[in-house]
């Protein structure tokens, strides 16, 4: 027994009772009320994905021009899973992508992404470090006026 909850409900009348449980581990759990049958539930593995590369190109970027980050993502599971990417640079989300990846193969998902500022930015994907882009300022020139010397 994971939960009971007792409810009063008048002769011809209808309610509604809720339960909420995380299952710990994976299988198929019957489900049962009052001793009978309702349903059957299965829980399975968490997918374990593992990020065998990654490379930010190019690097050291300028300001406002695109970098593109490539990430090689492994399904380690025996099934085909659905794999969500968030590359995150100072508690910020700049981008996501989303792959169904089949059971041992590995997939290549590529994000491109402009910086504003300049500066350094350490990149993660689910919390796994990607590496860090150098974002550096574009030059800037000052002309003097041209003087002619007849």
Do not use: C, W
Not at 19 to 32: Q, V
Not at 79 to 107: H, L, M, Q
């Amino acid at each position: 027994m994971i939960h009971t909850q007792a409810q009063t409900i008048s002769p011809l009348d209808s309610g509604t009772i809720s339960f909420t449980h995380a299952f710990n581990t994976p299988g198929k759990y019957t489900l049962t009320l009052n001793g009978s049958t309702i349903g059957t539930i299965s829980i399975r593995e968490r997918p374990t994905f593992v990020i065998s590369s990654s490379s930010i190109t190019p690097n050291p970027v300028l300001r406002g021009e695109p970098t593109t980050i490539t990430v090689t993502v492994k399904n380690r599971m025996d099934t085909t899973n659905r794999f969500t990417g968030n590359i995150r640079t100072n508690n910020s989300t700049i981008a996501t992508d989303f792959a169904s990846i089949p059971a041992g193969e590995s997939r290549m998902l590529s994000y491109t992404h402009r910086f504003n500022t300049s500066g350094e930015f350490a990149l993660a994907m689910n919390q796994s470090p990607l590496g860090v882009v150098d974002v550096e300022r574009p030059a800037t020139f000052e002309f003097d006026p041209l003087v002619s010397d007849p």
